[in-house]
Each structure stands twice: as C-alpha cells, then as structure tokens.
C-alpha cells in the first residue's frame, strides 16, 4: 500500500480529504493546501512527518500530520490510520456558516409561507 514516492494529490485524495482528484488539483492551485506557511503544487512529494494545512471550501482549516505514506484510496476507517488531525480544538467546535436562507435570499425547504394543504388545515382548524 505504501510507495517511497507520492504525490499530494493523490494522498489528499487517498485519505479521504477530498471527493476527487479533480477537486484536490483545484484546492491546490486555489492555494487552500499549505505546507509551513508556503503554497504547494499538486506533484509536490510527500514525506512522512510533513505537515499540510487544507483550507476546505466551507472555510474550515484542517492541519494533518502525516504518518504513513497511503496511495490508493480505502475506507474511511483504514484511511484515517495514515494522518494526524492537529487541528485545535477551537477550529473543530467552530459554529457553522449562516444558514442558506442568510446566504441566498431564498427559503430553505418547508419553512417559510404555508403549503395549500397547510393552509386548508389551518382553516379546518379555525372554522
């Protein structure tokens, strides 16, 4: 499972970090995946003992320490056993993003003006 030589995008993807490929090369040339402060690029080496932190899309920083090399990718509960999470706890608890409603302008589902058949029993109700 371990090779002497791995590319980032590929072990961001093999641990479970991101969905796909594809997505890791965008977070990479986004700059959202440094390693001490520097930006990296997607054929950048992996070393056992480095230190990544990924920015993900919904803002969340991630520091993974790495601690085997993992090049193909596996479950979820085999994958975890490759890295680190250093991420303080004060990042982990942190409240989530507003809600959609905030964001967009639109309603979320099944909030907001009654359905016909909310209102039909809302005057069943009153009557």
């Keep these: 499972m371990a090779e002497e030589k791995l590319r980032i995008d590929k072990y961001l993807w093999a641990i479970r970090m991101f969905k796909t490929r594809t997505q890791v090369a965008n977070a990479i040339e986004g700059k ?4 001490a402060g520097s ?3 997607p054929s950048k080496q992996v070393a056992i003992g480095d230190q990544y932190e990924i920015k993900r899309e919904n803002g969340d920083k ?3 320490k790495v601690t ?3 090049c193909n990718r596996v479950a979820y509960e085999e994958a975890i056993k490759h890295y680190t999470d250093l ?3 004060k990042d982990k608890t942190k ?3 507003k ?10 589902s099944k909030q907001g003006r009654p359905t016909k058949r909310n209102r039909r ?3 069943d109700l009153f009557e």
Excluded: Y
Aim: aromatic share 4%.
């Design 32 to 35: 959202k995946v440094r390693m």
């Design 39 to 41: 930006e990296v690029k």
């Design 62 to 64: 991630i520091l993974v």
């Design 68 to 70: 085997a090399l993992l």
């Design 87 to 89: 991420t303080p706890e």
């Design 95 to 97: 409240l989530p993003v």
């Design 99 to 108: 809600a959609f409603i905030e964001q967009t302008g639109k309603r979320q």
């Design 121 to 123: 029993d809302l005057e």
